[in-house]
């Protein structure tokens, strides 16, 4: 089971992690966590009704990263549209982001803190690692914290298809960008065998 999600019986899913794979998986959530930033809720903790009814940005963030993850919801698939068509897919973008990034942050937070929380709750086994035993619905979360990740990383990377990943392949090792290139890679094969234990 090292490295590869397998499923549990009755479901859910399981792997082997040893410390550096755990220690590289709490850092990537915590700082994904950080780059989401805090709640609406810890913004304004004594108005519960707030969060409810808080309108959220409006305008695309500025930060690659968060553009890649929180994407505007309506552009041209056909390339650059024209100058009106433009505006108005600027404005439908504008007003969907309004009413949806904050959920979708939220969404994305309490991912990203599942992680980190069934992580900080293993107890090695004494031999530099642990096995990780998830639910169905933490299986849920990790897989969305995995997809965020790598889309994180990949953005960082410059990653757009599959073509810049096969390039990855072949980066020397003296790159830079090797170690990043390395988490890319790994949490994908993490993320496959995920999906592959919750499929029917």
């Known amino acids: 089971m090292p490295g590869t999600f397998e499923p549990l ?6 792997v082997a992690l040893d ?6 998986i709490r850092s990537l959530a915590v700082q994904l966590l950080e780059l989401i930033g805090p709640g609406p809720a810890e ?6 009704l707030a969060e409810l009814f808080a309108d959220g940005p409006s305008e695309p963030p500025s930060d690659p990263v968060l553009k890649r993850l929180f994407p505007d919801a309506y552009s041209d698939p056909e390339g ?11 404005a439908y973008s504008s007003e969907f982001r309004r009413y949806t990034e904050n959920d979708l942050r939220t969404g994305k937070r309490e991912n990203a803190l599942a992680v980190v929380r069934s ?3 293993l107890n090695s086994a004494g031999e530099g690692g642990a096995v990780l035993k998830l639910s169905t619905g933490e299986s849920q979360q990790w897989l969305g914290a995995l997809n965020d990740l790598r889309l994180a990383i990949g ?3 410059d990653i ?5 990943t096969d390039l990855l392949y072949r980066l020397p090792d003296e790159d830079p960008r090797k170690p990043m290139v390395m988490a890319y890679l790994w949490l ?12 029917p």
């Open 9 to 14: 019986p009755g479901g859910g899913a399981a």
């Open 19 to 24: 410390d550096v794979e755990i220690s590289i």
């Open 43 to 48: 913004d304004a903790p004594d108005d519960p």
């Open 80 to 90: 650059t549209p024209q100058a009106k068509q433009a505006e108005e897919q600027r």
């Open 119 to 121: 992580l900080n709750a």
């Open 155 to 157: 953005s960082r990377l």
């Open 160 to 164: 757009t298809d599959e073509e810049d």
């Open 188 to 199: 994908g094969g993490l993320q496959e065998t995920l999906v592959t234990t919750l499929m």
